[in-house]
């Protein structure tokens, strides 16, 4: 176990435990939480204000976002920013699916016809929840994989890392199959949402 030591300035403690100390928290506690947290989602996405991954971010500054005047004239974003993984989490909780920790969201790739991901072949062991986002047509997709209900050589790795699945489901497919490996992932199909 590691200890770090870190200083906070005083006048954010300070309003930080106003926040927590109603619901029983400390301190440290609250930063064991977060770090826990930013561990088990492999991202900071939770905590950016704006609700931009750090993905989206880098490709705003790439490319403007994809934007067409609508009949009373205002704008309308059509891009992967009007949806993240937290908010379809969200969403698709609403409708009553309840969810463990074992999670992938992916959004339609802007310049693949597919939708791309990396997890590790150990979400195979678990319930896996797989979430697709398709933001030209502004549906989610949410598959529940059973555990195990998909072997480990029914996939294909990663050429660099062959602990991670090279997954590339091809967009538009209604049978939702992984280009790399053919696995057809439209029997895990739960329910879709517009947004």
Known sequence: ??????????????????????????????????????????????????????????????????????????????????????????IFRGKGIVFNDNITYASKNRTAYNYWANPTFERLELDWFLILNDWINRVIYLFKIPSRAIAQGDLIARADNNNQIDLQILYNDPNFRDTRSNHIFKKFLVMSENY
């Open 1 to 90: 176990m590691k200890e770090f030591k870190i200083s906070i300035d005083d006048s954010v403690t300070a309003s930080v435990q106003e926040v927590i100390e109603p619901l029983d928290f400390d301190i440290e506690m609250v930063i064991k939480i977060l770090l826990k947290r930013i561990s088990r989602e492999k991202n900071l996405d939770f905590l950016l204000a704006n609700g931009k991954t750090q993905e989206e971010n880098k490709s705003d500054n790439e490319e403007s976002s994809v934007a067409a005047k609508s009949t009373d004239g205002s704008l309308e974003r059509n891009t992967i920013r009007d949806m993240r993984k937290s908010l379809a989490i969200s």
